[in-house]
């Protein structure tokens, strides 16, 4: 286990806190003293067979302590983000860590990849994290405290993607984004990072698509701690960063992971594979 943050002083905005990754890390934030903004697209569910909403995600949220505020939000539309960043900041005054979850995916060749597909994957998962992250800037830069933007997305390396072309260049394309950012905002101390697991994570879409089986996965709580992990460290120092959560995690002193997997063994690095064949675990 990891020393965790005091973020009691901290206000975080996250998309795609309806389940998954998104609401364990902000779940996770909470338990530190961080007021939660809750953002997606579900405020209902009583007709689905996927159960959650930002509102009950902020509800527990708020059974911690903290404040807690939701907002629909569709990340693709410029107004809709924009209105829901002025909401957030009216009513949480200040927000000094943004992080860019939310994403969609879909696995396919070039060939079998719909159009409509490969652009809502971008617009999902591009442009979303650049008007997200755009809409902070000037409120960013004039936070008192330790000022982020984190997303989850994966390292800048490949040269080619068979097989999973439109995602592969969808998220590292949110990660080319977060980084480019790290050099226009170098002189306003805002860390602009993005993290990534090494291993496929227990979600729905992995579940969905088949990604794997248990055996496979770990769960979401690994990359909450991975993002409790960069949120100890100076904004300032770190920031242009493009992190594995085992990298991280090891940093930090953590020398089993098997409190995140879901069977005994650790996972294949999957994820970390997906992006670069090359890939080598720390340890």
Same mark, same amino acid.
């Given at each position: 286990?990891?020393?965790?943050?005091?973020?009691?002083?901290?206000?975080? *905005?996250?998309?795609?806190?309806?389940?998954?990754?998104?609401?364990?890390?902000?779940?996770?934030?909470?338990?530190?003293?961080?007021?939660?903004?809750?953002?997606?697209?579900?405020?209902? %569910?009583?007709?689905?067979?996927?159960? $959650?909403?930002?509102?009950?995600?902020?509800?527990?949220?708020?059974?911690?302590?903290?404040?807690?505020?939701?907002?629909?939000?569709?990340?693709?539309?410029?107004?809709?983000?924009?209105?829901?960043?002025?909401?957030?900041?009216? +009513?949480?005054? +200040?927000?000094?860590?943004?992080?860019? =979850?939310?994403?969609?995916?879909?696995?396919?060749?070039?060939?079998?990849?719909?159009?409509?597909?490969?652009?809502?994957? =971008?617009?999902? =998962?591009?442009?979303?994290?650049?008007?997200?992250?755009?809409? *902070?800037?000037?409120?960013?830069?004039?936070?008192?405290?330790?000022?982020?933007?984190?997303?989850?997305?994966?390292?800048?390396?490949?040269?080619?993607?068979?097989?999973?072309?439109?995602?592969?260049?969808?998220?590292?394309?949110?990660?080319?984004?977060?980084?480019?950012?790290?050099?226009?905002?170098? $002189?306003?101390?805002?860390?602009?990072?993005?993290?990534?697991?090494?291993?496929?994570?227990?979600?729905?879409?992995?579940?969905?698509?088949?990604?794997?089986?248990?055996?496979?996965?770990?769960?979401? +709580?690994?990359?909450?701690?991975?993002?409790?992990?960069?949120?100890?460290? %100076?904004?300032?120092? *770190?920031?242009?960063?493009?992190?594995? %959560?085992?990298?991280?995690?090891?940093?930090?002193?953590?020398?089993?992971?098997?409190?995140?997997?879901?069977?005994?063994?650790?996972?294949?690095?999957?994820?970390?594979?997906?992006? %670069?064949?090359? #890939?080598?675990?720390? #340890?």
């Amino acid at each position: 286990m990891i020393d965790k943050p005091d973020l009691s002083d901290s206000a975080a *905005f996250i998309t795609g806190t309806t389940r998954g990754i998104g609401k364990r890390i902000a779940l996770d934030l909470a338990e530190q003293g961080c007021d939660i903004v809750s953002t997606g697209k579900t405020v209902d %569910d009583s007709d689905s067979d996927l159960e $959650g909403t930002i509102h009950k995600t902020a509800e527990e949220c708020a059974e911690k302590g903290v404040d807690t505020h939701a907002i629909q939000l569709n990340v693709r539309d410029e107004d809709s983000v924009d209105a829901a960043i002025e909401e957030a900041i009216d +009513e949480m005054g +200040e927000i000094n860590i943004v992080i860019n =979850n939310a994403s969609a995916i879909q696995v396919a060749s070039v060939e079998e990849m719909p159009a409509d597909r490969f652009d809502l994957m =971008n617009e999902v =998962n591009v442009r979303g994290t650049y008007l997200v992250s755009r809409g *902070f800037i000037d409120h960013l830069k004039d936070v008192e405290e330790d000022a982020w933007i984190l997303t989850n997305a994966p390292p800048v390396k490949m040269e080619s993607a068979a097989g999973k072309a439109a995602y592969s260049w969808s998220k590292m394309g949110m990660s080319f984004i977060t980084r480019s950012l790290a050099t226009e905002l170098g $002189g306003y101390d805002i860390g602009c990072n993005s993290f990534w697991p090494a291993t496929a994570i227990d979600t729905r879409a992995t579940r969905y698509f088949g990604m794997g089986t248990e055996d496979d996965w770990r769960k979401p +709580e690994i990359l909450s701690h991975t993002v409790l992990a960069i949120l100890k460290r %100076d904004p300032g120092d *770190f920031t242009g960063e493009a992190v594995y %959560d085992e990298e991280i995690l090891l940093e930090e002193g953590l020398e089993d992971f098997s409190e995140y997997n879901l069977t005994e063994g650790d996972p294949a690095a999957m994820s970390a594979t997906m992006f %670069d064949p090359d #890939y080598e675990r720390p #340890y």
